[in-house]
């Protein structure tokens, strides 16, 4: 497997658990930000989007191979000429056109996603979004395995570019959470930027790779599973 993507960025000392960091007394969890109205997403990535344009006669929308999700695309002259270009192929009558860009990911006043386009990639009608693909899941891994586990870590990568991320060691009952938010570096490589507290040790973020078709994310030196559901 290539791993040439994972990138290890003090981790351990922001999750405070990747790593043994054994203590007679445990500290309580800090508190976190909560996804609300008042979090703001920094514009500091251009990240990787791929899936269908769909124009109509007055919005414009993106669905998402990465999450299956349907998002509006905030207006800009880039997404005019981006409009120009899908009218030379699907003329005036709406429809899907597979697409890529780089861009980023905001929220509303509502709380509600949506993406701007930076830098187009370009059209391609032969290619397509494959269902069983999708990133945004639950994934998990268990300390030392799933018979006898003393330690579990759960990923969830929403739909709507955000994640949490559990951290449980069922010896001490304590728990550690952390927030943030995630993207696309391109077709396998993920970078997950945590909402911390402000007295916490601050880190740029995580790598994080895919491994297709197994659907199994590697963070650092950890191989996380999907969660399987009934």
């Known amino acids: 497997m290539n791993m040439k993507s994972i990138l290890h960025l003090g981790v351990s ?37 791929c899936g269908y344009f769909v124009f109509t006669d007055d919005s414009a929308y993106f669905e998402d191979c990465a999450t299956g999700e349907r998002f509006k695309l905030n ?26 860009f780089r861009g980023f990911v905001s929220y509303t006043k509502n709380n509600k996603p949506q993406l701007s386009v930076r830098k187009f990639l370009g059209f391609n009608q032969s290619e397509s979004c494959n269902p069983n693909a999708v990133m945004s ?11 006898k586990p003393d330690r579990k870590i759960t990923i969830n ?9 559990n951290e449980n060691n069922f010896q001490t009952r304590q728990v550690r959470d952390t927030i943030g938010y995630w993207g696309r570096v391109d077709e396998e490589d993920i970078w997950l930027d945590y909402l911390l507290p402000e007295d916490s040790i601050k880190t740029d973020g995580i790598a994080a790779y895919f491994d297709f078709p197994n659907m199994q994310l590697w963070v650092d030196s950890l191989r996380l599973t999907r969660e399987f559901r009934k």
């Open 157 to 165: 990568l929403l739909p709507d570019y955000r994640f949490t991320w």
């Open 75 to 100: 207006d800009n002259e880039l997404l005019k000429e981006i409009h120009t270009k899908y009218q030379d192929i699907n003329g005036n009558e709406p429809g899907e056109l597979f697409g890529a």
């Open 137 to 147: 899941d639950t994934y998990v891994v268990y300390f030392p395995d799933i018979k």
């Open 13 to 49: 000392v922001i999750l405070g658990g990747l790593t043994c960091s054994c203590s007679s007394k445990p500290k309580p969890a800090p508190e976190i930000p909560a996804f609300t109205e008042e979090v703001e997403k920094e514009e500091t990535h251009d990240f990787y989007y």
